[in-house]
């Protein structure tokens, strides 16, 4: 069965620190692109950041200008999880975030909602003192 598992969300002050995780099972992790979205309350969901395919492309990580520099996405392939370290966070940080699967081939930014085919239930990040 395909499954993508968010975990890792919770309740943070400001400046502080989170680490997503995302559990990939049920297909080749590596043929995917795996990417971070997400979405607050009456606004869209938006891209964060992505990983390209170790197969179909070169591994490049991407990243939305407004967590470039404070967010850092790693894959552990032995593992079958994708992660976001977020730091530095920020009240306008605050959504539920989203890991997705798609089958895009070569590495290029930004990439698509309708480019992911696999998505996880989301987990809540919530940055507020």
């Known amino acids: 069965q395909v499954q993508l598992v968010e975990s890792g969300g919770g309740l943070v002050q400001p400046g502080g620190s989170l680490r997503l995780s995302c559990a990939v099972t049920?297909?080749?992790?590596?043929?995917?692109?795996i990417g971070w979205f997400r979405q607050a309350p009456g606004k869209e969901r938006e891209g964060v950041s992505c990983?390209?395919?170790?197969?179909?492309?070169?591994?490049?990580?991407y990243y939305s200008d407004s967590v470039k520099g404070r967010f850092t996405i790693s894959r552990d392939s032995a593992k079958n999880t994708v992660y976001l370290q977020m730091n530095s966070l920020k009240p306008e940080d605050t959504a539920v975030y989203y890991c997705?699967?798609?089958?895009?081939?070569?590495?290029?930014?930004?990439?698509?909602?309708?480019?992911?085919?696999?998505w996880g239930q989301g987990t809540q990040v919530t940055v507020s003192s």
């Open positions: 997705a699967a798609g089958p895009i081939i070569g590495s290029r930014w930004p990439t698509g909602l309708n480019e992911y085919d696999t």
């Open positions: 990983i390209s395919s170790i197969s179909n492309g070169d591994g490049s990580t």
């Open positions: 049920g297909f080749s992790f590596d043929y995917y692109a």
